[in-house]
């Protein structure tokens, strides 16, 4: 039998010592664990929901891979580069590739007899994915986009659309200027979406593959590039990897060179933006940890100073320090056990009440959701058990060896 287990489990269990004054310390000692243990759980569920969910809308207008000319990644201009039925085939057999589409970017100005206002227009074919639009529609339809002839069709966003002052189901005249000409397209608004991510919002409408290359003067097959989804996001630059092999030397039919690019070079500046909410995770953790081995350290303390005459007696009967600080530390863990209970329950309730009901709101334009998202990770939780178990126990081991200090003779007169 482990004697210190067996006694520290004694003095928790004891009832009639609950007019003593550990009991408040104790009370104390494990409201600080499950507040915070609480406050970690919440915390890294919101930096991951944010983080997962600001991703997923970069994502949903950049893809995870991008299948580009050369030169528009040396030179930030937009080059031409030609994606045939059987490139595309070729790049779905990718290890690691599920979905593959074809794009083509052209910029222009949408006029009404008020405003005007100038915006990218991203074009996209029949095998254009339209999930995440569908996901962000607020108002209208997601059209059937064709890469042979032009619907005439375009999707705006919440932020165009108020301040051309439109609607779903309106018309809207576009002008495209180039070093020739000027030509003029009369577009209906099939749909309004909106993320909430100003930068892509201000900017962003989508139209037909057909209209964007054709306004692009480009010829047959070029666009300005593929798109490609992974099959695992955790993987993704092991599947870049695969792509770049794919393409790196490979040469179109008009002799201009493919290259590949991810998401995180796309957009290094908003990565870059979610990386550092790490740092912000790594300080709140740091700091509740703090408060939970504080607030345990001084319930140690005031317990083994009400019961240095139990201590007494345990010595004179033989036990050994080591074995008296065995039972308080054993006598802790119970108490950091019950703290950490308690605040799964709470941690996990609150993150669990915000997933379902969005109960708590934000300010879109500033935060970029209107809703604080939060992601439950049960590993996570689970190591965060894990650590603030260990790292509470580690840093009661020096307060215990003020056991050894406490004479038998003396504490047994101790009041």
């Given at each position: 039998?482990?004697?210190p287990?067996?006694?520290a489990?004694k003095?928790?269990?004891?009832e009639g010592?609950?007019?003593k004054?550990s009991?408040?310390?104790i009370?104390?000692?494990?409201i600080g664990v ?6 970690m ?10 983080k997962?969910t600001?991703?997923d809308k ?11 000319n050369l ?12 994606v ?6 070729a790049?779905?057999d990718?290890d690691g590739i ?5 794009y083509?970017?052209t910029?222009g100005?949408l006029?009404?007899d008020d405003?005007?206002l100038g915006?990218v227009f991203?074009?996209v074919?029949?095998?254009f ?8 529609l607020?108002?209208g339809?997601?059209p059937?986009f064709?890469d042979?002839k032009?619907g005439?069709k375009?999707?705006?966003s919440?932020m165009?659309?108020?301040?051309l002052?439109l609607?779903s ?8 200027i180039?070093s020739?000409?000027v ?5 209906t ?5 909106q993320?909430?991510m100003?930068?892509f919002d ?13 306004l692009n003067?480009w010829?047959?097959?070029q666009?300005s590039g593929a798109?490609l ?6 993987r993704?630059?092991t ?7 794919f393409t790196r030397h490979?040469h179109?039919e008009?002799?201009s060179?493919?290259s590949?690019q991810?998401?995180?070079d796309?957009y290094?500046?908003v990565f870059t ?5 790490d740092?912000n995770v790594?300080i709140?953790?740091a ?6 081995g ?7 303390l005031?317990?083994?100073?009400e019961r240095?005459?139990?201590?007494g007696v345990l010595k004179?009967?033989g ?5 008296v ?5 054993w006598f802790?863990a119970?108490i950091i056990g019950r703290?950490?209970l308690?605040?799964d329950?709470l ?12 109960i708590?709101?934000?300010d879109?334009q500033?935060y970029y ?8 990770n049960i590993p ?5 058990n894990?650590a603030?178990?260990?790292?509470s ?5 020096i307060?215990?060896f003020?056991?050894s200090?406490?004479?038998p ?5 101790y009041?």
């Amino acid at each position: 039998m482990n004697f210190p287990l067996f006694i520290a489990r004694k003095i928790y269990r004891d009832e009639g010592d609950r007019r003593k004054v550990s009991r408040p310390a104790i009370r104390i000692a494990t409201i600080g664990v499950a507040i915070g243990l609480a406050v970690m759980i919440i915390t890294v569920s919101v930096v991951l929901g944010f983080k997962h969910t600001i991703r997923d809308k970069v994502i949903g207008f950049g893809s995870h891979i991008q299948v580009v000319n050369l030169m528009s990644i040396s030179s930030g201009a937009s080059y031409p580069i030609s994606v045939s039925d059987s490139m595309m085939r070729a790049l779905g057999d990718i290890d690691g590739i599920s979905h593959v589409q074809r794009y083509a970017l052209t910029q222009g100005i949408l006029k009404t007899d008020d405003e005007f206002l100038g915006v990218v227009f991203k074009g996209v074919g029949p095998e254009f994915d339209p999930t995440f639009i569908k996901q962000n529609l607020v108002e209208g339809e997601v059209p059937q986009f064709s890469d042979t002839k032009s619907g005439q069709k375009i999707l705006l966003s919440r932020m165009m659309a108020d301040k051309l002052n439109l609607k779903s189901g309106d018309k809207v005249f576009a002008y495209f200027i180039d070093s020739d000409d000027v030509r003029v397209r009369r577009f209906t608004i099939s749909g309004i979406y909106q993320t909430n991510m100003t930068r892509f919002d201000e900017q962003i409408c989508f139209t037909d593959l057909y209209t964007a290359a054709k306004l692009n003067g480009w010829l047959p097959r070029q666009y300005s590039g593929a798109e490609l989804l992974t099959t695992d996001f955790d993987r993704l630059e092991t599947t870049a990897q695969n792509v770049d092999v794919f393409t790196r030397h490979r040469h179109d039919e008009y002799n201009s060179s493919y290259s590949s690019q991810t998401i995180y070079d796309a957009y290094p500046q908003v990565f870059t933006w979610l990386e550092l909410l790490d740092v912000n995770v790594w300080i709140i953790l740091a700091l509740m940890v703090c408060l939970s081995g504080i607030t345990m350290i001084s319930g140690l303390l005031i317990i083994i100073l009400e019961r240095t005459s139990m201590i007494g007696v345990l010595k004179a009967l033989g036990a050994r320090n080591k074995t008296v600080r065995h039972t308080f530390l054993w006598f802790a863990a119970f108490i950091i056990g019950r703290g950490l209970l308690i605040g799964d329950v709470l941690g996990i309730g609150l993150v669990l009440l915000q997933q379902f009901t969005g109960i708590v709101t934000l300010d879109p334009q500033t935060y970029y959701v209107s809703e604080a998202p939060v992601e439950l990770n049960i590993p996570i939780v689970v190591l965060l058990n894990i650590a603030t178990l260990i790292i509470s126990i580690s840093v009661l081991i020096i307060p215990s060896f003020l056991i050894s200090h406490i004479h038998p003779a003396k504490s047994m007169r101790y009041e």
